[in-house]
């Protein structure tokens, strides 16, 4: 009997699952291809407090990925009452 497909199989579903419990990435990782599209200025000149301004300011052009990073990061408000 050949055990390879169902090693293959234990292999992959090994990998989709620690991907889906896998921390989501950082605002840096995810939003370093939105920073240079949006803020190519503040970007070039290396000025991390000028870049998130930026791109905090233009959060609504940036990649899916980088506003759920940010959304991820945000406070969460307090319940009313």
Do not use: H
């Amino acid at each position: 009997m050949n055990t390879y497909p169902a090693i293959a199989l234990a292999f992959a579903v090994a990998l989709v699952s620690a991907a889906a419990w896998a921390d989501p990435p950082s605002p840096q990782q995810a939003c370093q291809s939105s920073a240079r599209q949006l803020c190519p200025k503040e970007v070039a000149a290396m000025d991390r407090q000028a870049a998130k301004a930026c791109l905090l300011k233009n959060l609504a052009k940036a990649t899916p990925e980088c506003r759920a990073a940010i959304a991820a990061r945000m406070p969460k408000p307090a319940p009313a009452g």
